[in-house]
T-cell receptor, first 114, second 108 residues
Framework: DGGITQSPKYLFRKEGQNVTLSCEQNLNHDAMYWYRQDPGQGLRLIYY???????QKGDIAEGYSVSREKKESFPLTVTSAQKNPTAFYLCASSGQGGGRTEAFFGQGTRLTVV | RKEVEQDPGPFNVPEGATVAFNCTYSNSASQSFFWYRQDCRKEPKLLMSVYSSGNEDGRFTAQLNRASQYISLLIRDSKLSDSATYLC?????????FGKGTRLHILP
């Protein structure tokens, strides 16, 4: 089955710790994206990547970092510099090296800082 | 001007009524357009693509007006199961932009 997988589904982090969220896709998509969603709010773009070894900042990149060493994988690290990291994180991918096709989403990771 | 703008709602609509969502986008070079549905605490899922000629899928009709940079979604004969948040999505050459979504509550 082709799809996009995020793990873990729920994640708890102590203040001051870095944490990495996993996103893997087997759809052979070039483009991958990370979004953050707060309760009752829309999706905000954190980082996106159109091709391996290249990525761009979105609207709220501060306190986050990413890597794109493989086409299938686009992990997101939430660093201790992110002041309010508790949120729902969604990873998505799309084909054709850009925004020409629809995005497919993983099931999301709920991060809670305790 | 925001890249993609939608009325946040909520829209409270009786079952069986027709409901319309509107969306505007700022980048005239945008290339493709979609409506997504998001249920509470779930990931967004594609509802339908939007084409300049307009397209229909059962009770759902989507329209695109490139000149006005405007997208619409019409739901006819609304069902209780249509209650969700509807997201307008615009793709440029390099990224996908989501509107904040419009919440819809269908009332029995």
């Amino acid at each position: 089955d082709g799809g996009i997988t995020q793990s873990p589904k729920y994640l708890f982090r102590k203040e001051g710790q870095n944490v990495t969220l996993s996103c893997e896709q087997n759809l052979n998509h070039d483009a991958m994206y990370w979004y953050r969603q707060d309760p009752g709010q829309g999706l905000r773009l954190i980082y996106y990547s159109q091709i391996v070894n290249d990525f761009q900042k979105g609207d709220i990149a501060e306190g986050y970092s990413v890597s794109r060493e493989k086409k299938e994988s686009f992990p997101l690290t939430v660093t201790s510099a992110q002041k309010n990291p508790t949120a729902f994180y969604l990873c998505a991918s799309s084909g054709q090296g850009g925004g020409r096709t629809e995005a497919f989403f993983g099931q999301g990771t709920r991060l809670t800082v305790v | 001007r925001k890249e993609v703008e939608q009325d946040p709602g909520p829209f409270n609509v009786p079952e069986g009524a027709t409901v319309a969502f509107n969306c505007t986008y700022s980048n005239s070079a945008s290339q493709s357009f979609f409506w997504y549905r998001q249920d509470c605490r779930k990931e967004p899922k594609l509802l339908m693509s939007v084409y300049s000629s307009g397209n229909e899928d059962g009770r759902f009709t989507a329209q695109l007006n490139r000149a006005s940079q405007y997208i619409s979604l019409l739901i006819r004969d609304s069902k209780l199961s249509d209650s969700a948040t509807y997201l307008c999505v615009v793709n440029t050459d390099d990224k996908i932009i989501f509107g904040k979504g419009t919440r819809l509550h269908i009332l029995p």
